[in-house]
């Protein structure tokens, strides 16, 4: 109340204001939280512990392998709080820097992870005045790492030291008020929606505001950045071989240049599971006004050349020379130092850049007749290993484009003040996942023979079409995320249910290609038998007919082998093909693509058949089958359900509109689905409604939890609203649900400080049904305030969502990290999760409520994507209807991809 009194008083206080917003911290900040790992009770546990030895003997034989497991719970990281906005675009890979400034989090090689906060990545500030270095201190608030490099002075002053995040950009602020200097180091990574050639970059850029106060007088500024070649791991220091190279590439005015140093990491022998070769750069701008030198080499075991000579002279001992490869006893470092002269009052700045290479990509059990697979910058940059300078060149070049289109593009959410701060926040920072979740974007090798030059907007903002893959219908390539860190499957189709709202609504090309993966999937079979973790009975890999839980795992061959889930046989799922169809219609509302919806419309009439043949009675409703047969995969849920019934309604209504769109025209294919779907509304409002309670209940086994009160249990209806459609149930009834969900799974729950959890009775308990009915998941959470959006409960939707947000960030320093669930004491499970990137689901559904409120709600099938494609971004495709559609590359495993546009599946 104080700010916005200041800001009627003061109309300069809102910009101020604005600029605050994103998660932001001091150096000396604590959470009041203590991170743990949650457990489930003795009784939960017990039941367990068949699944947990299978789960045991299968990790163990995998690492037999020199294979990591699909799930492993067991070697889960420790729980950190330190975690920041990491470091690079979408699919080569990321850098992950903590909110002290420390690099911290290393994912360069897909589905990999290292936690290590590496003593020599750091950034160093040098002042001089009068040929005199009066004040160099390393620029990080902690002395964690003074026992290695003790030569460097570590006691920057953590109460001097801000950060702020607001993914993809940091802001990281030092004051050093006895010599008048402010440093504020602005961190950019080249993510930028509708963008798919800058957003490939595996890069970022450190823009160095220097600012001297008028009274202290002028000052000479050095900014040294060193970097060790490795990513923490121990084969920096054992392996032999590793090797740094200087490098000056020049800038594209033609005055300026990249200096700086290349470090070659040599892959270990040992260690079948280490990363293998790579390289990794640093470099600094060097022009008239600022001066860069370098160091090539140094060991991280000492330091003390480095930093005498950077505080001797102001600079480094500048040598154009190749280091000698490391001799496997210590690990090596390089140096880059950039200068200049600020004068008293005024300010200037200084930019660095880190990028790395690591071209292509292999897994375990790649098929010796399947792509070889590189990434997606390499159609730009080439694949043989040497893009480091070019990189770099580009990045020092091209950051300020990069920073004007994420402004452009965040600018409408940022501005607007009927937002809450938090959400403000929350809604860019959750979407670091989609470059930290192991992600892949990859091209089969032939495809890039020739390196296209890389291009941007124009100068206006306005997309020239060398960002739109729709100019190249071969250009999309193979997009996959992880379902998390420690669930290490790609694409997992009932998560990404949720989770793929921020990929169709910021990238809907690269979105729809995944559908499209997914439909080429459908008739594959693969009767390979594994025993299931959960029952111990064996089942057949993949089942025709069936969509498959994932695409694969880091650990085996994604897009070549199916389904690495296996805690069930996912055959005999309930919500795998009625959420694709219902992702599927999303997606064509997304791009507007009449292909789209044309190619994929026998799919989903295939896909259909199995829920429609889990419908044993005939009444409309499928009936789920006495154990965990969907995404709550320790609940059990038997009969006609609240949650898998809502998602087979929704399919079915989607079916309908689709046979009715004038591309598909399928009158009889839309009397059968409408007749199914008429039988199955009055079936589902009369075996699950509770009138008394104003909900439906979980399931119809009559069990002791049966009538519990799912907070997900409108999910069907969600998605329905989203894309415009008319619902299965009430509006009425849809708002009852959700005001007593409110009252009961969110308020009545840790005092609505929690979000919603998932299972609350109608007493008032925690329903203990499960280890996953006590939980709350955060993106359900995200979801159910989506609905509540739609649904005009503005109020309860914020108050709802907002409970994650506190816990995650403020409370217990899971912040880009967030966890998949967590429990009312704020334990958590599984860290850094696909799910909460289901808050974009929030947005559309903001929008949405706002076309409803002015008597345009949508989207619909007559809209271009409104809420979708183009919202709140002026660097849409605006002809997105009528671009050229996206097809598939061709290797054997995938049928659909070299079938022509609008054939039908065998």
């Not at 809102?14 to 000396?28: E, S």
């Not at 839309?670 to 399931?699: P, Q």
């Not at 860290?831 to 076309?851: D, K, N, S």
């Amino acid at each position: 109340q104080q700010q916005q009194q200041q800001q009627q008083n003061d109309g300069s206080a809102a910009p101020r204001r604005r600029q605050a917003l994103g998660w932001c911290v001091d150096g000396d900040h604590t959470f009041t939280g203590t991170p743990r790992e949650a457990r489930p009770s003795l009784w939960v546990t017990v039941r367990l512990l068949p699944m947990a030895y299978r789960l045991w003997r299968h990790i163990s034989h995998e690492r037999s392998e020199g294979r990591d497991g699909v799930i492993d719970p067991f070697s889960a990281a420790a729980p950190t709080q330190v975690s920041g906005v990491p470091l690079g675009g979408l699919g080569g890979g990321t850098v992950g820097r903590g909110w002290k400034g420390d690099f911290n989090r290393w994912a360069i090689m897909p589905g990999k992870y290292t936690y290590a906060s590496v003593a020599a990545d750091q950034f160093t500030v040098c002042l001089r005045r009068n040929g005199v270095t009066v004040y160099q201190k390393v620029l990080f608030p902690g002395n964690e790492h003074a026992n290695q490099l003790r030569a460097w002075d570590w006691t920057f002053p953590p109460e001097h030291y801000h950060y702020r995040a607001l993914y993809p950009q940091a802001w990281s602020t030092y004051d050093i008020p006895e010599h008048g200097v402010t440093l504020i180091c602005h961190q950019i990574s080249p993510v930028i929606p509708h963008d798919y050639r800058t957003s490939s970059l595996p890069a970022g850029a450190f823009v160095w505001t220097v600012q001297s106060a008028p009274d202290h007088g002028d000052v000479e500024v050095t900014i040294m950045m060193t970097f060790q070649n490795g990513c923490g791991q121990p084969n920096d220091a054992d392996t032999p071989g590793h090797l740094n190279t200087v490098f000056r590439e020049p800038c594209r005015d033609g005055m300026s240049s990249a200096a700086g140093v290349v470090l070659k990491h040599a892959p270990s022998l040992a260690d079948k599971r280490s990363l293998p070769g790579y390289s990794m750069a640093i470099a600094a701008k060097e022009t008239d006004a600022v001066t860069v030198t370098r160091t090539c080499t140094f060991r991280t075991d000492s330091g003390t050349g480095v930093w005498e000579h950077l505080r001797s002279h102001g600079e480094l001992a500048d040598h154009d020379e190749e280091s000698a490869p490391s001799n496997g006893q210590c690990a090596i470092a390089a140096a880059v130092a950039a200068g200049r002269y600020v004068r008293s009052g005024t300010e200037g700045t200084i930019e660095f850049t880190l990028v790395w290479d690591m071209p292509r990509v292999t897994f375990p059990l790649d098929k010796e007749d399947g792509p070889k697979w590189v990434r997606r910058y390499c159609r730009f940059f080439g694949k043989n290993a040497t893009a480091c300078p070019s990189l770099a060149a580009t990045a020092l070049d091209d950051w300020p484009a990069w920073a004007a289109s994420i402004n452009e593009w965040q600018a409408p959410v940022l501005t607007d003040d009927g937002l809450p701060a938090w959400y403000r926040s929350a809604l860019f920072n959750e979407l670091y996942f989609l470059a930290d979740g192991g992600t892949l974007w990859l091209h089969p090798e032939e495809s890039c023979e020739d390196v296209e030059p890389l291009q941007l907007p124009n100068q206006d903002g306005q997309d020239d079409g060398s960002a739109c893959p729709d100019s190249y219908p071969d250009d999309t390539g193979y997009f996959a995320y992880l379902e998390g860190h420690v669930y290490r499957m790609y694409n997992t189709l009932d998560v990404a249910f949720y989770a793929s709202f921020a990929l169709a609504t910021l990238w809907p090309r690269l979105q729809a290609s995944v559908t499209e993966h997914f439909a080429s999937t459908l008739t594959l079979d693969d009767p390979s038998v594994r025993k299931t973790l959960m029952s111990g009975c064996g089942a057949p890999r993949k089942t025709a007919g069936c969509l498959p839980h994932d695409i694969g795992s880091p650990d085996e061959a994604p897009w070549q082998m199916l389904n690495s889930y296996h805690l069930h046989d996912t055959a005999d799922w309930k919500d795998l093909n009625t959420k694709f169809v219902l992702q599927v219609y999303r997606d064509f509302i997304a791009t507007s693509d009449q292909h789209l919806l044309e190619r994929l419309w026998p799919v989903c009439c295939a896909a259909m058949e199995r829920p429609l043949a889990q419908d044993q009675d005939g009444d409309g409703l499928l009936e789920n089958s006495d154990f965990a047969d969907q995404t709550y995969d320790a609940w059990t849920v038997s009969g006609p359900s609240a949650y898998c019934g809502g998602l087979f309604l929704a399919a079915l209504q989607v079916m309908t509109t689709m046979a009715e769109h004038p591309a598909i025209n399928d009158q009889a294919a839309s009397r059968k689905y409408s007749d199914i779907l008429s039988r199955g509304k009055e079936a589902y409002v009369a075996k699950l409604w509770n009138e008394r309670g104003g909900y439906f209940n979980y399931d119809s086994s009559g069990s002791g939890h049966s009538d519990s009160i799912q907070a997900d249990q409108l999910a069907g209806h969600w998605y329905l609203l989203s894309c415009g459609l008319p619902s299965y149930i009430a509006p009425d009834m849809a708002k009852r649900v959700l005001n007593t969900v409110f009252e009961f799974n969110v308020m009545q729950f840790a005092k609505g400080r929690r979000g919603a959890v998932n299972g609350m009775k109608p007493s008032g308990e925690v329903d203990d049904a499960s280890m996953m009915s006590v939980e709350v998941w955060t993106g359900v959470t995200y979801a159910l305030a989506a609905t509540m959006l739609l649904e005009g409960l503005e109020p309860q939707a914020f108050i709802t969502a907002q409970g994650i947000y506190d816990t995650c960030y403020n409370e217990f320093g899971y912040g880009f990290n967030t966890p998949e669930a967590f429990l009312q004491d704020g334990a958590y499970r599984s860290l850094g999760y696909m799910r909460p990137l289901a808050i974009w689901a929030m947005e559309v559904g903001h929008l949405g409520a706002t076309h409803r409120n002015k008597g345009t709600f949508g989207p619909t099938i007559e809209t271009k994507g409104t809420l979708w494609a183009n919202h709140r971004n002026k660097r849409c495709c605006p002809e997105a209807s009528t671009c050229c559609p996206l097809t598939l590359p061709d290797f054997p495993s995938l049928q659909w991809a070299r079938r022509k546009r609008g054939s039908a599946p065998s």
